[in-house]
């Protein structure tokens, strides 16, 4: 990349940094650092602000550069998470967004907690929502790396380090100053940044093909190196049955995934009642569907007009295959509109990263501070909430700094893939159960829990991401036993199952009316926060 798109694109980045960083330092100084502040924002968002905020903070780098790349290389089969991310919502919406907000005040261990005996379940729920997080951490730190080396023209691991680097250290700013006031401000601007990229994107991939999209399908399978292929479903997962079983697996994790997800529940409470909640979803739902529709015509545009080879080159993953079309589309590495293009959608790309961070990172410190230090603090010494909060971000910070230089050469769209399947095996069974099964127990909770959660962790170390493959985390070892990518098929029936039998085996019976009192708080919100 010549010089020009470099110094343009790190200067509108660090523009887009300045102003966030400028509405946290304001949110800072003119808020005071209550717990509800701190995690909800004071609870005072409208349903269309909060619509965009969720919209935001759901885009992630996995949204723009993941499905676009994985589109742009495998077709058909790459347009499927689009679809999976999409449906997702249907799930939050009829299932989740009301009762969460009218059951719950911060975390998902408040909607548990409210007819369990809490530390059990507070650490259950905690431990899983921080790992959650974690993971979904890592395919935004992958994106940054991607994506500043393909900036600064520098393939090699330094590049990418202190691009992570950057990325973490700015996070841990935004939440430990701004909480989630400055957290929704800052994906708002950043969910309209994308929305208006995306669609410029979209309409120039689309004149130039005169609006035929039938002509951009064709010319797309034509230099994918693939032909009709790459049209047609299987070219990644229908070779064999595993490829198949895996399909099936990830498209699971995807559609039941998006509820459990930490940083998605913590936006309900961000509003004042649970219609505004469900209005909020609306929104976003429309905000999204639109971004995946156009993420398909990105996808193939890129396949289309770069080349899948030449996606390939720039990152195995497919990673850069956005920054590249937009290259091209400006008019080439040599023209301006070339640089100017590039620049933008290199520094939306970059809001993209940061404000989703910020929105997981401060999820994962609530759960920290709010469920494992809350439960455990009579044994410690007692500290402010928000205090324990805003260092548990940096130690957050850290860890997803460490992984995401380790994963770095896997796709963002695949990384959180695994996410939504730690997700729906272990937050979803325990969040279905609480909300609509009377006779559900504290150990069934427990369970239910560390039953999706562990054997989704175990199962991907033993699959082929970690060892095995060429493609691998560790490619010169092989320990790999468990043939799927995802373990999702495996791992959320598993919570489900778990969850069942822990509460069939209890001693301790239900209470009933505690379960009375919920079930009344869920669905007319008398008593909610």
Same mark, same amino acid.
């Given at each position: 990349? !010549? ?34 502040? $701190? ?12 619509? =965009?905020? #969720? ?19 495998? /077709? ?19 299932? +989740? ?54 900036? @600064?023209?520098?393939? %090699? ?12 250290? @700015?996070?841990?700013?935004? +939440?430990? @100053? ?25 309409? @120039? ?7 035929? $999209? ?70 976003? #739902? ?15 545009? *890129? ?40 620049? +933008?959608?290199?520094?939306?790309? =970059?809001?993209? #990263? ?5 929105? #997981? ?22 500290? !402010? ?18 992984? /995401? ?14 996410? =939504? *399947? ?28 560390? %039953?999706?959660?562990? &054997? ?7 699959? &082929? ?29 598993? %919570? =489900? ?24 708080? !869920?669905?007319?919100?008398?008593? *909610?926060?």
């Amino acid at each position: 990349m !010549s010089g020009d798109h470099q110094t343009l694109a790190l200067v509108l980045f660090g523009v887009f940094v300045a102003i966030t960083l400028a509405i946290t330092t304001y949110v800072s100084r003119n808020r005071q650092g209550s717990a509800e502040e $701190f995690y909800a924002g004071g609870r005072l968002f409208s349903p269309m602000e909060n619509g =965009f905020a #969720i919209a935001g903070d759901y885009m992630s780098a996995a949204s723009f550069l993941g499905i676009s790349g994985l589109i742009a290389l495998y /077709g058909y089969d790459g347009l499927l998470y689009s679809v999976g991310f999409l449906v997702a919502w249907l799930v939050v919406l009829f299932l +989740v967004a009301e009762l969460v907000r009218n059951c719950g005040r911060f975390t998902l261990a408040d909607v548990v907690a409210a007819r369990m005996r809490e530390r059990p379940v507070r650490v259950a729920a905690g431990t899983s929502s921080v790992t959650v997080s974690v993971l979904y951490l890592v395919a935004q730190m992958v994106g940054a790396g991607s994506l500043v080396a393909l900036l @600064l023209g520098e393939t %090699g691991d330094a590049a990418r380090t202190w691009a992570v680097i950057g990325v973490g250290a @700015l996070m841990v700013i935004y +939440v430990s @100053l701004g909480g989630m006031r400055a957290t929704t401000w800052i994906q708002i601007v950043k969910a309209v940044l994308l929305m208006g990229g995306a669609i410029a994107l979209t309409v @120039l991939v689309l004149m130039r093909f005169h609006g035929d $999209f039938d002509q951009l399908l064709r010319t797309a399978a034509d230099r994918s190196g693939h032909g009709s292929a790459f049209l047609a479903p299987g070219l990644k997962y229908g070779g064999d049955w595993t490829a198949r079983m895996d399909f099936i697996s990830l498209g699971l994790a995807l559609v039941l995934g998006t509820a459990g997800l930490p940083h998605i529940l913590s936006r309900f409470y961000t509003v004042p009642t649970a219609r505004a909640a469900r209005r909020s979803v609306v929104w976003s #739902i429309g905000l999204i569907g639109s971004f995946y529709l156009m993420t398909i015509v990105l996808g193939f545009g *890129a396949a289309a007009i770069v080349g899948s080879d030449a996606v390939r080159g720039s990152n195995a993953a497919g990673n850069t295959a956005v920054p590249l079309l937009a290259l091209d589309l400006g008019g080439g590495a040599d023209s301006t509109g070339g640089t100017v293009l590039f620049a +933008v959608v290199a520094a939306v790309a =970059f809001a993209t #990263i940061l404000a989703v961070v910020a929105g #997981i990172t401060l999820a994962s410190s609530a759960s920290v501070a709010h469920d494992l230090y809350a439960s455990l603090r009579r044994r410690t010494k007692q500290r !402010s909430e928000v205090a324990v909060a805003r260092v548990a971000a940096a130690g957050i910070g850290a860890v997803a700094i460490g992984l /995401g230089l380790l994963a770095r050469d896997l796709n963002v769209a695949f990384l959180v893939g695994l996410a =939504f *399947a730690v997700a729906a095996s272990a937050n979803l069974p325990v969040l279905l159960y609480s909300l609509f099964w009377r006779d559900f127990t504290t150990r069934g909770a427990v369970w239910s829990v560390y %039953g999706g959660l562990l &054997p989704a962790l175990a199962l991907v170390v033993l699959s &082929p991401v970690v060892s095995g493959s060429p493609d691998s985390l560790f490619p010169g070892v092989d320990f790999q036993y468990f043939p799927l990518d995802n373990p999702g098929l495996v791992s959320i029936p598993l %919570g =489900f199952v778990a969850g069942w039998l822990g509460t069939v085996t209890s001693a301790e019976g239900a209470d009933e009316a505690k379960h009375a009192e919920t079930e009344v708080r !869920s669905l007319t919100g008398a008593g *909610a926060v």
